[in-house]
Nanobody, 125 residues
Framework: QVQLVESGGGLVQAGGSLRLSCAASGRTSSNYAIGWFRQAPGKDREFVAYISWNSDIIYYADFVKGRFTISRDIAKSTVSLQMNNLSSEDTAVYYC??????????????????WGQGTQVTVSS
C-alpha cells in the first residue's frame, strides 16, 4: 500500500509559478510510477504529467508542455511538479497518484491504484 500526500498548492497570480510535492510512504521499494492529475469544478479529472519509477519515462499532457516539469527524488520518496507561467485555466485541485503495477504510461485515472487527497491551485487573472 502507498500513502500519498500532496502539498505546495495555493493562490498565485497569472504568469506566476508554484511547485507541488507528492510525498509517498508505506512502501519499502520505489517500484511505482507517479502521475499528476487535476480536476476543475464541474469537469472530469484530467491527466497532467507522468514519471516512471526510475524517471526514465516522463510524459506530459499537451497543454502543459514547456510550462510544467515533473521530477522524482527516490531517496526522499517525493515527486515534484514545477509549474511555471500559470494561467487561470490551470485552476484546479491537483492530485498525485501511484501505479504499483507498472502499467504502460498511465494517462487515465483508472491506471492508478492509490491517490492523495489533493491540493488546491488557484490562479488569479
Amino acid at each position: 500500500q502507498v500513502q500519498l500526500v500532496e502539498s505546495g498548492g495555493g493562490l498565485v497570480q497569472a504568469g506566476g509559478s508554484l511547485r507541488l510535492s507528492c510525498a509517498a510512504s508505506g512502501r519499502t521499494s520505489s517500484n511505482y510510477a507517479i502521475g499528476w492529475f487535476r480536476q476543475a469544478p464541474g469537469k472530469d479529472r484530467e491527466f497532467v504529467a507522468y514519471i516512471s519509477w526510475n524517471s526514465d519515462i516522463i510524459y506530459y499532457a499537451d497543454f502543459v508542455k514547456g510550462r510544467f516539469t515533473i521530477s522524482r527524488d527516490i531517496a526522499k520518496s517525493t515527486v515534484s511538479l514545477q509549474m511555471n507561467n500559470l494561467s487561470s485555466e490551470d485552476t484546479a485541485v491537483y492530485y498525485c497518484a501511484a501505479d504499483v503495477f507498472l502499467r504502460t504510461v498511465g494517462i487515465r485515472p483508472g491506471d492508478y491504484d492509490y491517490w492523495g487527497q489533493g491540493t488546491q491551485v488557484t490562479v488569479s487573472s
